[in-house]
């Protein structure tokens, strides 16, 4: 699998400030930086369940629960 995406940060923050973080059970399986346009990638994936965390800054996020099946 292939999973993309992309960021729009708020205020003066910059598209290129984020770090996005794969998870799958509850163990790092892939690491990204986001682009000048705030998009990203993480490719090879096996099928499964993932939960991804964007950060940047003191700032965290986590999107729970993504579901990679054939």
């Known amino acids: ?5 992309q960021i729009f940060a708020m205020g003066d923050t910059p598209t290129d400030a984020f770090s996005i973080q794969l998870l799958r059970d509850a163990q790092e399986v ?17 099928a499964g369940e993932y939960n991804i ?18």
């Open 1 to 5: 699998f292939i999973v993309t995406g």
């Open 30 to 46: 892939a690491l990204a930086a986001t682009d000048e346009l705030g998009e990203f990638t993480f490719t090879d994936l096996p």
């Open 53 to 70: 965390v964007v950060s940047a800054g003191q700032y965290e996020l986590i999107i729970p629960s993504v579901l990679l099946r054939p």
